[in-house]
């Protein structure tokens, strides 16, 4: 179905091929995963497939590409639409249309279908992703999940034949993502489509795939049955760790397979989490936020306090991000009251709210304006008085190794997030609000942002982080707060609402049961020989 022979991409202005030599044959109704750092190479690659490199980004390619047998470098992109569906890592910036139902119908309509096909297939489609409710919605105002899921279903009522995903699960709560793999599974053994995918959350993909291809960012490729390729890999998720830690051989690629094993390993006593015992530095009460007729947040009450990291999860839509940006005060908020140091920051000026409230939103990119990564940075020690560089050191500890004149639009998911992460952290803001921090990052860069939260808070600030990333969760924070329709039904330590939740419960807590929530613990419950 897919045929690489030698391929070498090296894009404008770059010495170094980012694609060095890569030959790759993948079969029909295969289900691919592609692995590797941010900015390793892996969109690039799957660019390839569909001509959008080089056509569309402009670079030298050299050697051959062809799906269907039909070479990508003959044909315009626009030409493979009904070969190869995209769906790219911002949902948004892919959208054509204003309403969830006419963007499902638009690539059909484009490929002259006729009505009754179109209509069955919208039907279809609405009901696979479980989003039937949202037909009449229009995009802008629906979550980062949601849009995530009408981006995916947009390309599938096309039905093409190859479906190439980049970060496809990213802003998807646990069970929305299983949900989507599920589904994506049916078409690969039903239809036969040749799935292709990169994610950098393996743990919800591995057991899906049939086949792994990791892009170390050398130019070359690894391809091979996932247990062959994560055996060296120097990135893993965490039921291969555990696999790793405990001499399993073959690693799991699931949680039944290493709950099967689990019985042979001697653990002691699990750790004891940290709590914070510092003040309290915000206060919020009785929050409210409407839109429209549409109540998103209904009468919350949050407190937070010094040296704390408090994780907000709970489905796509349940009013997250609706009540980070009230408590931040750039939001609406109809109703209730916020308290950082005696003041209310929505009472502020947009420079004194930041002072006291930082907020990183989930479509980074909203807060990059200039023309050059190092502009950026520059902006930033400026408006918030630090010393220069102090931007950019940040950034290095996100994402080493950008390139201070690349513009910030060119970079990946993953870097742009570092570099707005970096930007907002510049201020040292007493409290923190990350919306989705994590998505399009890699292990190595979530690692990164842990030790950088693991920072704040010894310096005496607070951090919420609003995610669906239950593994990063169990990593940084101490305490969880869910959310569903707006409210807030369940506060308290991270280990006894992770543990006890089939939906927000880490692969390890899957395998061992509460309270292990991390590989981390488990080593540190091993006898020393043995870690």
């Known amino acids: 179905m897919i045929e690489l022979n030698h391929v070498t991409f090296t894009y404008r ?11 790759l044959s993948i079969g029909e109704g295969e289900l691919v995963l592609f692995a590797g750092q941010t900015g390793a190479g892996k969109s690039t690659l799957l660019g390839t497939i569909n001509g959008l490199v080089p056509h569309f980004t402009g670079g030298h390619l050299e050697g051959t590409v062809s799906v269907d047998g039909v070479t990508t470098r003959s044909r315009p992109p626009r030409e493979f639409a009904h070969l190869v569906g995209v769906v790219g890592q911002d949902p948004l910036a892919g959208f054509v249309t204003d309403t969830v139902e006419d963007e499902l119908a638009y690539g059909m ?75 994506l599974a049916r078409l690969v053994e039903d239809l036969g489509t040749t799935v292709l995918m990169a994610e950098h959350r393996m743990e919800r993909v591995i057991p899906f795939a049939d086949r792994m291809i990791y892009v170390p960012g050398t130019g070359g490729v690894v391809d091979g049955p996932p247990p062959e390729v994560l055996k060296d890999m120097p990135i893993a998720p965490p039921i291969v760790q555990l696999g790793r830690l405990a001499s399993w051989d073959p690693l799991p690629m699931t949680v039944r397979d290493a709950r099967r094993r689990a019985s042979s390993l001697a653990l002691g006593a699990p750790p004891v989490r940290s709590t914070s015992e510092g003040e309290e530095v915000l206060t919020a009460s009785g929050i409210v936020v409407r839109y429209g007729p549409k109540v998103a ?39 209730g009251k916020v308290t950082v140091e005696g003041k209310d920051p929505k009472t502020l000026s947009s420079a004194a709210a930041r002072a006291l409230v930082g907020m990183v939103p989930q479509t980074a990119s909203d807060l990059l304006y200039l023309q050059t990564v190092a502009a950026e940075c520059e902006a930033a020690d400026a408006e918030s ?15 080493p190794g950008i390139d201070p004149e690349s513009h910030p639009r060119d970079l ?8 707005v992460l970096a930007v907002q952290l510049s201020a040292a803001p007493r409290v923190m609000l990350l919306d989705e921090p994590t998505r399009g990052l890699d292990y190595t860069a979530k690692a990164a942002l842990a030790q950088m939260i693991a920072a704040l808070t010894a310096e005496g600030k607070a951090v919420v982080v609003a995610t669906h990333d ?47 929530l991390t590989v981390d613990d488990v080593r540190s419950a091993l006898p020393q020989e043995v870690r």
């Open 385 to 399: 008085g630090a010393e220069t560089g102090f931007c950019r050191a940040l950034l290095d500890r996100l994402a």
């Open 109 to 183: 309509e484009q490929l002259g279908l006729e009505p009754q096909v179109m209509r069955r297939r919208v039907e279809e489609t609405l009901d696979l992703l479980g989003i039937a409710e949202l037909r009449r919605r229009a995009l802008r105002t629906l979550s980062g999940g949601q849009q995530q899921r009408v981006a995916i279903g947009s390309v599938l009522t096309t039905h093409p034949k190859v479906l190439v995903l980049d970060e496809p699960t990213s802003a998807l709560d646990p069970t929305a993502a299983e949900e989507v793999l599920a589904t």
């Open 412 to 419: 990946s998911e993953g870097q742009r997030l570092a570099l």
């Open 13 to 23: 202005d770059r010495s170094e091929p980012v694609l060095a030599d890569v030959t």
């Open 297 to 335: 947040v209904r009468e919350a009450d949050l407190s937070l306090r010094a040296g704390e990291v408090l994780a907000m999860m709970g489905r796509n839509g349940s009013g997250k991000s609706s009540l980070l940006w009230a408590v931040q005060g750039s939001g609406p908020r109809q109703g």
């Open 470 to 516: 239950v593994e990063f969760v169990a990593t940084v924070a101490q305490r969880v707060v869910v959310m569903a329709e707006g409210e807030i039904v369940s506060d308290g330590p991270t280990d006894r609402v992770l543990g006890g939740s089939p939906a927000f419960a880490t692969q390890v807590a899957k395998i061992l049961g509460e309270p292990w």
